[in-house]
């Protein structure tokens, strides 16, 4: 049994599919196969049921997935170990950010990381902020820069970049121009326009729409702040972004909506348990998001 092996069974039991694992660890698939073969005949047992293009763990397989998981983590915390006694940073960092929102102190961050250590892989994936949580859970993203609703996600290291509310976009000539204030109950009598589920600024919204009683459904949802505007600014909607967002866009009135409690977050993400390379990316976040004598009481520093 080799640290190899563990590493294709974990990829295996996360994608159940030996193809999409073969996929993520860059070999064939027979490679895998191989190795899982390997593995089963060397503990007497089968670890999965394959059954077409799924695989399944077995009940064997499921009492393996732990103690792998583990002998992985133990492995990869005896490397950064011996890393941090040689002052050495290697190695791959994959970075998450949400979909349409240029964030220029992020690419800072790469550029200064990048100069410093030319050697290290670098890897910038762009999804929803759910998929992007998930994915540092997972272990595929060594960080994110995800919209979220109301609080960081559990049991992840985080760092808060922004708390705003959310406003109402609408063209200037909008009969609803000359409101001050707009309530979730009123704004819910027009088409929405807004981000996607699984981003922040929706999951906000729709969770304050829920607690009204109203149907969340939007009428024209899209990934990107400038499309979600651009529909706004042709009248097919109203747009909900946030309070910075809507500053990009001047030529349309930006109304304060009542009514919802909880604030839009763009918080960095990433497990309690970093590499050398990763903790040298978080310096070069926290220089570029906050300054490099930015260290608030109460607040956890990068």
């Keep these: 049994m080799d640290l190899r092996q563990l590493e294709y069974f974990v990829t295996v039991a996360?994608?159940?599919?030996?193809?999409r694992a073969a996929e993520r660890v860059h070999i064939t698939q027979s490679g895998v196969s191989a190795q899982i073969k390997a593995l089963e005949?060397?503990?007497?047992t089968k670890l999965f049921e394959r059954s077409?293009?799924?695989?399944r763990l077995t009940d064997a397989g499921e009492a393996a997935l732990r103690h792998a998981r583990a002998a992985l983590d133990a492995a990869a915390d005896l490397r950064d170990a011996i890393d941090d006694v040689h002052g050495l940073v290697?190695?791959?960092?994959?970075?998450?950010?949400?979909?349409?929102?240029?964030?220029?102190?992020?690419?800072?961050?790469?550029?200064?990381?990048?100069?410093?250590?030319?050697?290290?892989e670098l890897e910038l994936v762009e999804a929803n902020s759910d998929q992007l949580v998930a994915g540092v859970r997972s272990g595929d993203l060594d960080l994110a820069l995800a919209g979220l609703a109301g609080e960081p996600p559990e049991h992840l290291a985080s760092h808060v970049i922004a708390s705003e509310r959310l406003v109402a976009l609408i063209p200037p000539d909008s009969e609803l121009a000359?409101?001050?204030?707009?309530?979730?109950?009123?704004?819910?009598?027009?088409?929405?326009?807004?981000?996607p589920v699984g981003t922040g600024i929706r999951d906000v919204l729709d969770e304050a729409r829920a607690a009204e009683g109203v149907d969340p459904s939007v009428a024209l949802a899209a990934t990107s702040p400038d499309?979600?505007?651009?529909?706004?600014r042709r009248g097919l909607g109203v747009a909900v972004l946030s309070e910075s967002m809507a500053t990009a866009y001047a030529d349309l009135t930006a109304?304060?909506?009542?009514?919802?409690?909880?604030?839009?977050?763009?918080?960095?993400v990433w497990q309690n348990r970093s590499s050398p390379a990763l903790a040298a990316f978080l310096r070069h976040c926290r220089v570029a998001f906050?300054?490099?004598?930015?260290?608030?009481?109460?607040?956890?520093?990068?």
């Design 290 to 302: 906050f300054g490099e004598d930015q260290e608030k009481e109460g607040r956890r520093v990068l």
């Design 227 to 232: 499309t979600v505007a651009g529909l706004a």
């Design 52 to 55: 077409g293009r799924v695989a």
């Design 41 to 44: 005949q060397e503990l007497g």
């Design 90 to 120: 290697r190695g791959r960092l994959v970075i998450g950010m949400v979909i349409g929102c240029e964030v220029t102190p992020l690419f800072d961050a790469f550029a200064a990381f990048h100069a410093e250590h030319p050697d290290i």
């Design 255 to 268: 109304i304060p909506i009542d009514g919802i409690e909880i604030p839009a977050l763009l918080a960095l």
């Design 14 to 19: 996360e994608t159940a599919n030996f193809t």
């Design 178 to 195: 000359g409101h001050a204030r707009l309530s979730v109950t009123a704004l819910s009598t027009y088409p929405i326009i807004c981000l």
